[in-house]
């Protein structure tokens, strides 16, 4: 160590680090992917105030809040395997739980935590829509499916989009904990890289690295978009 | 599932951890102290005239907010041994608890270097004008008129930042500080894995249980403290 830095370990490890990028943005994705719909249609039922549905959003979204994302990931790591188990043995199923890719389980729980969090978003961005425009869409002639997809939808999503950005910067810095389900993603490799030689200074300043470009890339794209998207904005002058 | 699900162990394992609960505590009330400082030199640098110290509070805050807690956890771990080492000083022996209390001090500055600015510039010009018109030195109408009411004004976000804190602490186990979750690892690594699922459950409730009093506790506190808003509306 006092020599100081390994410069070549440094710049080799970069790339490791970097090869994992595609994982973490994948898990991003299919995240979002669930998330945004459920996301939605929650905050919905939470604002129309239905039922059962609302309640459970309700509780839901205060777990999710309440207990630390790595809480959430040993449970579900935890209790997956265990259901699987017992389905795979009630049906007679040739299919051994550990060969699941762990990369399921990351789906499972980061779209359950981003839901959570959309939920909340969306909800306090659909209030800032004032109901006189779905009321003006119906009027019109617009069936309630239109009202949505053409007028109150791009109008939330601008007032939704830097809490999604967040969201988005918070979830890619939350893959990073997908080494508790010995996923192959960028913390891994480059920790597995620096094993061999105890070069963790380096290893971690690569990581530390590649996380503030991708996720300074995707505050950039967030701002791009914004900014397009603002010609939907209510303008009430 | 039957056989392996047994709830009772979800009771048994709580009172196991909630004496580890004190250092999680007081892991984040140092890390909260600290970083409420390191928010308030922040926000000087960012509200202050000089164009490099604003920079620097920028780059900083920027840096912070795209790096993992844990990659930051390591980096600290790591890192402040080995830059210790280069000045001929040892550093390996100091508790773990002080690595995570910088790194949390780190992270949580940054956020309340958000809070508090926004809640300083929420606070009108003018009562700062008016309060050394009256003949008020600086200090006292800072003291007086404009820190209580943007610490009204701070405290949901205040909140809210303590709670991510208490939650991101929860990484701490990582690097083998016994705190709530190191000790729930310990406990279902001596039980040769087995019933690691209620014990996990156990955490989660106790840490939702914890969120919950939190939340609780500061919508009581802004009721009591934003009196004094209401009294001004009726002017």
């Known amino acids: ?184 993603e960028i913390t891994l490799r480059a920790k597995v890289a620096a094993n061999v030689g105890y070069n963790y200074v380096e290893a971690y300043i690569d990581i530390f690295l590649v996380y503030l470009i991708l996720c300074s890339l995707v505050e950039y794209a967030f701002k791009r978009y914004e900014k397009r998207l603002i010609k939907y904005k209510a303008v009430n002058a | 599932m039957e056989k392996y699900f047994d709830a009772t162990y979800i009771m048994q394992s709580i009172s196991m951890l909630l004496p580890f609960l004190k250092v999680t505590f007081m892991v984040a009330s140092f890390s909260v102290l600290f970083g409420t400082i390191i928010g308030f030199i922040l926000a000087a640098a960012k509200l202050g005239k000089s164009k490099i110290a604003r920079n620097i509070a920028n780059g900083y805050i920027t840096i912070l907010r795209c790096t993992p807690s844990i990659v930051l956890l390591f980096l600290v771990y790591y890192g402040i041994p080995a830059i210790g080492n280069n000045f001929g000083m040892d550093l390996n022996d100091i508790d773990k608890a002080v690595f995570v209390i910088v790194t949390f001090s780190l992270q949580f500055g940054a956020l309340m270097c958000e809070v508090i600015r926004s809640a300083y510039e929420s606070i009108d010009k003018g009562q700062f004008e008016s309060a050394v018109s009256v003949g008020l030195s600086n200090a006292q109408a800072y003291r007086r008129i404009i820190f209580p009411q943007a610490l009204v004004v701070a405290l949901p976000n205040f909140g809210n930042s303590l709670l991510a804190l208490l939650q991101e602490g929860a990484l701490a186990y990582t690097i083998g500080l016994i705190d709530i979750v190191g000790k729930a690892n310990l406990i279902i690594a001596s039980n040769y894995n087995a019933h690691a699922l209620e014990i996990f459950l156990a955490l989660s409730i106790i840490y939702w249980i914890l969120s919950i009093a939190i939340e609780q506790f500061f919508l009581k506190l802004e009721r009591v403290l934003s009196k004094g808003k209401q009294s001004l509306k009726t002017m």
Not at chain 1, 81 to 92: A, R, V
Not at chain 1, 147 to 162: G, S
Request: charged letters at 10%; a positive charge.
């Open chain 1, 1 to 184: 160590m006092s020599e100081g830095l390994d410069y070549k370990f440094l710049v080799d490890t970069f790339f490791v680090a970097l090869s994992g990028v595609p994982i973490a943005l994948a898990i991003t994705i299919v995240a979002l992917l669930v998330a945004l719909p459920f996301g939605f249609i929650l905050a919905l039922t939470r604002i129309n105030r239905i039922p059962v549905l609302h309640q459970f959003a309700q509780i839901y979204v205060s777990f999710v809040r309440g207990t630390p994302i790595i809480v959430q990931i040993f449970i579900v790591y935890s209790s997956i395997p265990l259901l699987l188990d017992s389905i795979f043995t009630k049906y007679n199923l040739e299919m051994n739980v550990y060969d699941v890719n762990p990369i399921w389980y990351a789906f499972i729980v980061f779209s359950f935590n981003t839901t959570a969090i959309l939920i909340e978003v969306f909800r306090s961005a659909i209030s800032t829509v004032s109901k006189g425009q779905l009321e003006a869409a119906q009027s019109v002639g617009l069936t309630n499916v239109q009202a949505f997809r053409r007028i109150i939808i791009p109008q939330t999503l601008v007032v939704a989009l830097p809490n999604i950005c967040t969201a988005t910067v918070n979830l890619i810095k939350a893959t990073s904990l997908g080494y508790a389900l010995s996923l192959q």
